[in-house]
Every structure is written in structure tokens, then in C-alpha cells.
């Protein structure tokens, strides 16, 4: 009896769109393909805090493999916010820990998770 009821919660909450500690299927990016060779901007997962705001990627490579990607999400994002003047761009990007079949791939072993952007109301 206690084991149905168990199960019946995380039915429940899983219907109702919770995340029931699982990770989601894509994690959240401001870049979303269009094509294999195209991208669109999605700044609706951008998360801001006084003067900071962080632009999720979440893309296994290094930044430099998407340079158009990082510059047209910070193009955008200055669009999308003309009171403020952008000071700052930082790339949060990692190395993974390397798997046997990644030997020698440097580009395999780097994780950017997204765009750390500084920025302050502009002065008229």
C-alpha cells in the first residue's frame, strides 16, 4: 500500500511538469538550431539580477567552435535591452573530465555553459 502511494505522487508530480530529480532532456540555451547549419536567439532563458545576467549555452566544444552563436547573442541581447550599457562579456566554459574515446580531442573535453554579461542603465 505505501509503495502505490508512493508511486502515484511521482505520477502525479510528473504529469503536473515538475522535474522529479531527473535532468531535463535538453538543457536550457539561448541557442536553438534551426537547421545544421543555421541558429536562432531565444533570450526568454536569460536570467538577470541588478546588474548581471546570465545567457545559458550549454553546448559540449569550445566557444570558439561558435563564435557567430556567442557574438549574435550578445548583438541580440543589446537589442533586446537599449537602456543598458553592456561593460562586460565573459564565457563560462570548462573542461570535462576526458572519456577513453575523447583521447586527444581537446575539442570534446571543454563544456560552455553560457555568458556571464555586466551591464548598467545607460545615462542620458
Not at 535532468?23 to 538550431?33: E, G, N
Not at 533570450?43 to 550549454?58: A, E, G, H, K
Request: net charge negative; hydrophobic share 40%.
Amino acid at each position: 500500500m505505501r509503495y502505490s502511494t508512493l508511486v502515484l505522487c511521482a505520477l502525479v508530480i510528473g504529469s503536473a511538469g515538475w522535474n522529479v530529480g531527473c535532468l531535463p532532456d535538453q538543457p536550457v540555451s539561448a541557442i536553438k538550431p534551426v537547421s545544421l547549419t543555421q541558429n536562432k536567439v531565444d533570450l526568454s532563458v536569460v536570467r538577470s539580477r541588478d546588474n548581471l545576467s546570465f545567457i545559458p549555452i550549454n553546448q559540449r566544444g569550445r566557444p570558439s567552435l561558435i563564435t557567430e552563436d556567442i557574438l549574435d547573442l550578445v548583438q541580440k541581447f543589446g537589442e533586446a535591452h537599449p537602456d543598458w550599457e553592456i561593460l562586460d562579456v565573459n564565457i563560462e566554459a570548462w573542461p570535462l573530465n576526458p572519456q577513453p574515446e575523447d583521447k586527444g580531442n581537446i575539442e570534446s573535453n571543454i563544456f560552455t555553459y553560457g555568458l556571464w554579461v555586466l551591464h548598467k542603465p545607460k545615462v542620458k
